[in-house]
């Protein structure tokens, strides 16, 4: 059975900093490409950023270029995304995703599995 579990939510003040985590089991992880994507209340979910199976390519959303960053550890099924700079506008529940092709994409109907998401929220 496949499970991603996001950790790392809080509340945090404008300008702050969070780390959020992704641990994944029930799949190979090291062969799938991983997405960050995040929905605010009443909006649809929109995409963060992914990175490749290799890690050698990343992608993100014109929003967080140059604040966010993701990241991947094989060797603990994990992937993270680091969190900079954060605005209010930044405030969403935060889910990972798996992509088994490998390739990151920014479109959410093409990732396999999803975890239950963790709550960012950025206070002014």
């Known amino acids: 059975q496949v499970q991603l579990v996001e950790s790392g939510g809080a509340l945090v003040q404008a300008g702050g900093s969070l780390r959020l985590s992704c641990a994944a089991s029930?799949?190979?992880?090291?062969?799938?490409?991983m997405g960050w994507f995040r929905q605010a209340p009443g909006k649809e979910r929109e995409f963060v950023a992914a990175?490749?199976?290799?890690?050698?390519?990343?992608y993100y959303a014109d929003s967080v270029k140059g604040r966010f960053t993701i990241s991947r550890d094989d060797a603990k099924n994990t992937v993270y995304l680091q969190m900079n700079s954060l605005k209010p506008g930044d405030t969403a529940v935060y889910y990972c995703?798996?992509?088994?092709?490998?390739?990151?994409?920014?479109?959410?109907?093409?990732?396999?599995?999803w975890g239950q998401g963790t709550q960012v929220t950025v206070s002014s």
């Open positions: 995703a798996a992509d088994r092709k490998g390739i990151p994409t920014m479109g959410a109907v093409l990732y396999d599995y």
């Open positions: 990175i490749s199976w290799s890690g050698d390519t990343k």
């Open positions: 029930g799949l190979t992880f090291s062969t799938c490409a």
